[in-house]
């Protein structure tokens, strides 16, 4: 071998083994059966699911073990969200995450607890110095919970690039999870997209439901579809895992037309930044209205999410040739399960009243200002994912709002980067300016709901991220604070702790402070449940005496409400 040979070879070698992903060795983070409710990459509301949840028998309290050696670089806890969460850095590049906790390990939690005290705040996200907390795989480092915005006890548990903090799939480490079910097709929707497109001979999207028989999937009476001009098609598409009937998300969807791929979906990691993407990889208007989430399997120019492997003409096909074309579908799971599913459309041209469109063009891609006496709105470009005709009314001021309502298009067009809205205060009390918000307002229930904001210079302003009908609301209404430990201000009805509920009707909980004796102590807060919880705490808290309690909870307006108590511990 010649010395030019040999320095190639190894220069390439070098390459390849660089190139290679190095064989992963997880621990599994529970010690019972890993059975899932929620797997990566679902479909959730405005996001994409980054992790796994393993379903934990409907308990609290399970041991959590570390999934490799490595050592605790992040400890984030707050009253939404992930709730108490514990993440590990490890030597192979991974970050792990351990989600929903209701503890962490005791040496743990004393640290974050301290630090809690320091800045007087049950929310907290700490940056943990490099060597404060070695571990080892299959180590104990938490127990699980139901913390946070979780909808039940389980640990949510994610594995991510630690460089990029991108989150990866799980499932492809080869965790001992039992999957032998095929995804299920639930149906197809087929989108007319150019202005002399149809479908059934209608300028409107069509959904077709599927049946399943002799080992495959096919659409409900196996008709051929009369479409013509530019189409896209989008899936109804779920799995199920083995032990389980919770609703899980598909790992890959292919789409060819006449054999010839156009368009694929994978999901082995995604980026944060790119997560609420998944608004236009859906058909957002159709899951607001029917509570049904379809992917689109085309791609809306507006949209930058990198899972599309393959991406012909944005997923778009041209069926203006009066031919008859075969639509094939494979949908797999993680395991190598897959479904199937053929139909065949037929280009077929038809004359066509063409819808009439209203209101001034919104580009996705220039920055906008949309402007009537009364309202602006301010549009960055990306702030949609396509273009659209921006349709406006408005209605009158009621006694319910000191303003005209607004109605800016309506609420099934998904926005992704959020805007400023600005609606004129000329029916403002100058009294009520402080205390004034935009509320968006359901017409149909007549329900609002706080979107914030403040006022200036006669207008109250809002930075906001959905379409809808908007109005100028007050807030003067102070929160509630209910107490479920205390009787009569003075007496306890629970050995171990104080609990109190705590709500507000409009604008939200903006902050609450509770003393005794007139020091700061630690109130949980579960904010799905309005609940705060200080636990009588043996370092900090001298007992045999007499106390003075003192709470005070105040929304996102400024209205406070306080509540005191005497009590002998």
Known sequence: MSTRFLILFLLLSNLIYAQAPAPEDFHTPVSIPIKLSGNFGELRSNHFHSGIDI???????????????????????SPSGFGLALYLDHPNGKTTVYAHLLSFRDDIQAYAKKIQYERESFAVDLAVPQG???????ELIAHSGNSGSSGGPHLHFEIRDTE????????????PVIDD???????????????????????????????????????????????????GFGLQTLDYLNGSWSKCGVYEISLSVDQQPIYSFRLDEFSFDETRYLNSHIDY??????????????????????????????????????????????????????????FRVKSRASAL???????????????????????????????????????????????????????????????????????????????????????VIDEKSGKK????????????????????????????????????????????????RIRFKISDD??????????????????????????????????RFQFGKQHQLNLTVTDNKGNATKYEATFYR
Not at 55 to 77: F, N, Q
Not at 424 to 429: G, H, T, V, Y
């Open 285 to 342: 208007a159709h899951y607001r209205q029917h509570a049904r989430r379809i992917q689109r399997n085309w791609v809306e120019q507006g949209n930058k999410l990198s899972n599309y492997p393959t991406l012909e003409n944005q997923g778009i096909v041209n069926l203006s040739d009066g031919q008859s074309h075969q639509i094939n579908y494979v949908v797999k799971d993680v395991y190598g399960n897959k479904s199937t599913l053929a």
């Open 449 to 496: 709901w706080s979107l914030g904001g403040a006022y200036k210079d006669g207008w109250v302003t809002a930075r906001i991220r959905q379409m809808g009908t908007f109005a100028i609301s007050v807030d003067t209404v102070a929160p509630t604070i209910r107490p479920l430990s205390i009787q009569g201000r003075k007496s306890l009805t629970e050995k171990n």
């Open 55 to 77: 379903k934990t028998e409907g308990k609290t309290g399970l041991p959590i073990y570390a999934a490799a050696d490595g050592e605790v670089s992040r400890i984030k806890i």
């Open 181 to 231: 079910m095929k995804p299920k097709i639930l149906a197809v929707a087929i989108y007319p997209l150019s202005e002399d497109a149809h479908v059934y001979g209608k300028p409107d999207s069509r959904l077709i439901e599927t049946v399943y028989y002799d080992g495959a999937y096919h659409l409900k009476g196996n008709p051929t579809i009369p479409v013509y001009g530019k189409v």
């Open 506 to 539: 409009f604008s939200g909980i903006d902050s609450y402070r509770g003393e005794i004796d007139g020091q700061w102590v630690l109130f949980e807060y579960d904010a799905k449940n309005s609940l705060i919880t200080y636990s009588f705490d043996k370092d």
């Open 353 to 439: 009243d063409k819808p009439e469109k209203n209101g001034p063009l919104i580009s996705f891609d220039e920055e906008t200002i949309f402007e009537k006496p009364g309202v602006e709105a301010h549009f960055t470009a990306g702030t949609f994912y396509s273009d659209f005709n921006l349709e406006y009314a408005n209605k009158p001021a009621n006694n319910l709002y000191y303003s005209p309502l607004h109605k800016l298009h309506n609420d099934r067009l998904p926005v992704h980067h959020s805007y400023l809205l600005k609606i004129k205060a000329d029916e403002l009390p100058d009294s009520l300016q402080s205390k004034s918000l935009i509320a």
């Open 164 to 175: 990029s903090q991108k989150p990866q799939n799980p499932l492809l480490y080869k965790f």
């Open 132 to 138: 404060t907390f070695q571990v080892k795989k299959g």
